[in-house]
């Protein structure tokens, strides 16, 4: 399910797992609701769907942001048994009796066949399937396998979007955009830690306070270059047995570094036009330089380079250090410059209005906001990023900086209006909520997001106007008081 369009949410696992099903002699669909747009018809109809192809024995559920969404699927599936793959949040809800975690196509296709067989429960004991006991208490798995994207993509490879329903969006335009998974984790994972806001407390990740503290993406797998080539290579040529397609969105923190093996094959696999998305650290854009710009000569008019989600954040630096991003707000500042200034140099170097920001937080301040905005509109960064103000940190419950949160007393135990809850607005897992610690941002996000929205000719003059008037409103306070 998707709640934003065009979306960078890889689904080639679900593609490789319908196919795994499909191969075992099972009836499977894959079901794509596109909920972007305003109202509930494509809600409805999604229902409607899962309800007349069914019933089902088994529901796998990715992405999916409140409890009430996942009820009301299970209930058009005819009951269905729920296995949640990966995320931890919706695996808190009684409904849920089967995870996977990490991913693992052999852990569903052991699942799914006991199901099928009448015995769910048979399954325990699988590596990577956690099941819930009578109690409603997880039982884990006797051994938990690493996620390897090498693994879980091997062959035999077949990515079943032929089984697939598209609901709130043309089926062509669903299709348009495919997928390339690489690697699952961050290369800079393992990043110290010196900001010391996570001090004295127990962050309950494998990985400390290490990296980014708001990011439960595990370590960055080891691979060779000749796993990432195979890699490629072999999604490529499944891909092409589907159609044309678009654009193709590279899961992959580091591709950088295998750009020029990307285009190659590229080159060779993907159809003319292609948009080639790829991501990146910051300082990526400046230390790679030169191997963007003999990739984008190599590609040609064949295809088009746009980075995506390169993890800009916030331009300012106590935001900054909170986050442990390892960079600067004048480091942030130079290289959203210097992406804009290469795309105009470069004809084939797109610009992708979804580039990772971050306005709101538990801890965001008046100040914190004002240096954003004048940031923002020095560097142009509407250009780079959408829904800027409606950005707002997701508290997950396996992040570190959940517990600074926790201490802080800013976790609560529901979100105050519908505009605070962010998972639901933009279609990820779900969400912690929380409350702002400083009442002046909370204000401002109201003005922004709230029941009244202020006004204003752009995003970023809509964020200046709603500081200036939370300023005007707190010195009317002080002369009245």
């Known amino acids: 399910m998707y709640r934003q369009w065009p979306s960078y949410f890889c689904d080639s696992l679900n593609a490789a797992q319908a196919g795994d099903l499909r191969r075992a002699g099972h009836r499977a669909r894959i079901f794509k609701g596109f909920l972007h747009a305003p109202g509930e ?11 007349s192809e069914g019933p089902w024995d088994l529901l796998v559920l990715d992405r999916v942001w409140s409890r009430e969404t996942l009820v009301a699927l299970q209930r058009a599936a005819g009951g269905a048994e729920l296995v949640i793959t990966q995320w931890e949040s919706p695996a808190m809800w009684p409904e849920v009796r089967f995870r996977v975690a990490p991913v693992s196509r052999r852990a569903l296709a052991v ?5 099928a067989a009448g015995d769910g429960d048979g399954a325990a004991g699988t590596p990577n399937l956690w099941t819930r006991s009578e ?59 010196d900001s010391g806001f996570l001090a004295g407390l127990q962050t309950g990740t494998p990985w400390g306070d290490r990296g980014c503290t708001f990011c439960n993406v595990g370590p960055y797998e080891a691979q060779t270059g000749a796993e990432r080539r195979a890699l490629m290579e072999r999604q490529l040529q499944a891909l092409s047995g589907h159609g044309p397609y678009a654009r193709l969105v590279v899961q992959d ?50 295809g088009v380079i746009t980075p995506y989600l390169i993890g ?3 331009f300012s630096d106590a935001e900054l250090r909170r986050y442990n991003k390892g960079q600067t707000a004048a480091e942030t500042e130079a290289a959203a410059l210097l992406l804009i200034q290469l795309a105009e140099r470069w004809p084939n170097l797109g610009l992708s209005r979804s580039q990772g920001f971050i306005l709101f937080g538990p801890w965001t301040t008046l100040e914190d906001l004002r240096l954003n905005a004048l940031a923002l509109r020095r560097v142009g960064f509407h250009r780079l990023r959408g829904g800027l103000t409606r950005s707002k940190l997701r508290l997950n419950p396996d992040a570190a900086i959940l ?31 929380y409350r702002f610690a400083d009442p002046a941002a909370a204000r401002v996000w109201e ?35």
């Open 41 to 51: 018809v494509a809600w409805g109809e999604l229902l409607a769907r899962v309800a």
């Open 253 to 302: 923190e580091y591709i950088f570094r295998d750009l020029d093996v990307l285009v190659e094959l590229a080159l060779a696999h993907a159809p003319r036009g292609v948009e080639l998305m790829v991501r990146a650290r910051v300082e990526d854009l400046s230390r790679q330089q030169a191997v963007l710009q003999r990739a984008l000569e190599r590609l040609g008019d064949h």
């Open 312 to 314: 800009f954040e916030n």
């Open 403 to 433: 517990r600074r949160a926790e201490a802080d007393g800013l976790v609560a135990p529901a979100h105050a209006r519908p505009d605070e809850d962010n998972a639901a607005q933009t279609g990820y897992q779900a969400e912690i909520p």
């Open 111 to 115: 699942l799914a066949a006991a199901v």
């Open 135 to 193: 109690a409603g208490e997880w039982l884990p798995p006797p051994a938990v396998e690493p996620l390897a994207v090498a693994r879980e993509m091997a062959a035999p490879l077949d990515l079943a979007y032929d089984l697939g329903c598209t609901v709130g969006l043309a089926p062509e335009e669903a299709s348009g955009t495919r997928y390339l998974l690489m690697n699952m984790g961050c290369p800079y994972r393992g990043a110290d830690n």
């Open 447 to 481: 003005l922004l997001n709230g029941p009244a929205p202020i006004s204003g000719r752009d995003e970023i003059d809509r964020l200046a106007r709603a500081i200036a008037e939370v300023e005007r409103e707190a010195s009317a306070g002080r002369r009245a008081s």
